[in-house]
């Protein structure tokens, strides 16, 4: 549910619905399973973190969304439509439409060095079929004007402007062909601090004015805390934990989750495990037996069982994503008592470490 959701409404049809998908890259021996099972929701006006390590699939899974990788299995349903089907001039125009919109995180690299910001902000609004230049050019300014830019900008070339305004020509770019939803991978990773939270507070804005959601990839937590509705975060192709942000920052369900939060912790607020003791608690598999480690070590096992020092037998199957309260899901079938455990275990410790 968006953050502007009345109490007790009922839940909205959602934007953007990901179903069981599976994404496998490459061919023969060649090929990796990318994403698995992989289910998320985004509703209209939501903003939602996803977050996860380097290779955990995150942009495999934007790139599926918009249609530039085709699953294996499962589906992907925008607006009631399940456009993964779409294939041919079918899918070229679902494209053209411009409803879904992908900023990345390094804006306008790989473009002609010789366009100028005229240019690439008219490019999608010239591809859905608008050829009165009068209409081009109302438009192009008013993108512009929403990311706080004005014409004087219109004749300068990528390397013409700063990195701050980059991200923003760019954002303007999606916002040109009025998109329901856009999906931002990495927007502030190469920015300073300034510009990056200007641009945070400029998406925060854009769901306010426009009613747009928003999906933000990124690897720093602390951005997310700002302004997201949800997080969901993946870990080797599955997601692992799913839920309202603060809630999900405050106490993690997963054990992975543990580890994200204790490399932020700045975003971290349940003090009672200091960033080192969850990381020494969670990530310490070694001590698991012989026995069990090889059972984990298969790939319909937990994803992440073979780095948390709380998996059991049960974890030798992958566990589903289920209800871990209010608005929450998890996949870990120890979810309710890892915590539990590793607040003893380090007490234990503590105990251990006291004695002469």
């Known amino acids: 549910m968006s953050a502007g959701a009345p109490a007790g409404a009922p839940p909205a049809t959602p934007l953007l619905a990901v179903e069981s998908l599976d994404v496998i890259l490459g061919r023969g021996w060649r090929a990796a399973r990318v994403l698995r099972g992989v289910d998320l929701a985004i509703e209209p006006g939501e903003i939602v973190g996803l977050v996860g390590e380097t290779g955990s699939g995150k942009t495999t899974l934007a790139r599926t969304v918009l249609g530039l990788v085709s699953p294996?299995?499962?589906?992907?349903?925008?607006?009631?439509?399940?456009?993964?089907?779409?294939?041919?001039?079918?899918?070229r125009a679902e494209r053209r439409r411009g409803h879904l919109q992908l900023v990345f995180q390094d804006p306008l690299r790989s473009l002609d060095p010789d366009l100028t910001?005229?240019?690439?902000?008219?490019?999608?609004i010239r591809l859905q079929g608008e050829t009165d230049r009068s209409v081009i050019r109302q438009r192009v300014l008013g993108a512009l004007d929403k990311v706080g830019l004005d014409d004087s900008v219109l004749p300068r070339t990528p390397g013409q402007i700063s990195g701050g305004q980059r991200q923003r020509v760019s954002i303007a770019r999606a916002l040109a062909t009025e998109p329901r939803l856009l999906i931002c991978?990495?927007?502030v990773s190469a920015l300073d601090a300034s510009n990056r939270n200007y641009i945070l507070r400029l998406l925060a804005q854009?769901?306010?004015?426009?009613?747009?959601?928003?999906?933000?990839?990124s690897h720093d937590l602390s951005s997310l805390a700002g302004i997201a509705d949800r997080v969901a975060v993946l870990y080797r192709g599955r997601i692992v934990e799913d839920g309202p942000v603060d809630q999900v920052f405050a106490a993690p369900r997963h054990p992975y989750t543990a580890l994200l939060m204790a490399s932020a912790p700045s975003v971290r607020h349940d003090r009672e495990l200091s960033p080192q003791q969850v990381t020494r608690t969670v990530a310490e598999a070694g001590a698991l037996?012989?026995?069990l480690l090889s059972s984990l070590d298969d790939p319909d096992a937990c994803v992440f069982a073979t780095r948390c020092a709380f998996a059991a037998a049960p974890c030798a199957a992958q566990p589903p994503l289920v209800?871990?309260?209010?608005?929450?899901?998890v996949?870990?079938?120890?979810h309710t008592e890892w915590m539990t455990l590793a607040r003893a275990r380090t007490a234990d410790g503590r105990t251990t470490e006291g004695q002469p």
């Open 72 to 91: 294996a299995g499962g589906q992907v349903v925008f607006e009631g439509a399940p456009v993964s089907a779409l294939r041919g001039g079918a899918r």
């Open 117 to 124: 910001v005229d240019d690439i902000v008219a490019e999608g």
């Open 185 to 187: 991978d990495e927007p």
């Open 206 to 217: 854009l769901r306010t004015a426009l009613g747009l959601s928003i999906v933000i990839i």
């Open 289 to 291: 037996p012989e026995a």
């Open 323 to 329: 209800p871990a309260g209010d608005r929450r899901s």
């Open 331 to 334: 996949a870990c079938h120890r």
